[in-house]
């Protein structure tokens, strides 16, 4: 289970990656260009154009994710447990955004949260004397 939540942040991490950075290929020349090179304050808060592009696609949380996934998915194939609060946290903060920005995908997190907070824990057998 903690495999398969992994390969589902991995999918969703490079979902959106790949559709926001593809949607966003016409500001590429703009960031490699110096365009947000010493952006003001008000561009963070309120970000347009190249800025915009950038931090929906790039400077996302897409990529961490798909790090996460993998990450997560590497300890479910080598048998090292996933801390719950991985779990907890990908819940709270899916659950955050999906009130703040609607319509979301984010409450998609919410699947691979619960089977890392429902998830098996190995029990070590005692060895036979």
């Not at 942040?9 to 500001?27: D, E, Q």
């Not at 010493?38 to 309120?46: I, S, V, Y």
């Not at 089977?115 to 005692?126: D, E, G, N």
Request: charged residues 10%; contains cysteine; proline residues 7%.
């Amino acid at each position: 289970m903690v495999v398969l939540a992994g390969r589902i942040l991995v999918f969703l991490g490079t979902l959106h990656l790949v559709l926001l950075l593809a949607r966003s290929a016409g500001r590429v020349d703009d960031w490699f260009g110096g365009a947000m090179w010493f952006l003001k304050g008000e561009a963070f808060f309120e970000p347009s154009g190249a800025a915009s592009a950038f931090w929906i696609s790039l400077g996302s949380f897409a990529l961490p994710l798909l790090l996460l996934g993998l990450l997560v998915s590497y300890l479910g194939k080598t048998g090292v447990p996933v801390p719950r609060s991985i779990g907890w946290g990908l819940a709270l903060w899916g659950a955050v955004c999906a009130v703040v920005v609607v319509p979301t995908p984010m409450p998609l997190v919410l699947v691979p949260a619960v089977m890392l907070i429902r998830r098996k824990t190995a029990v070590a057998s005692p060895k036979a004397g």
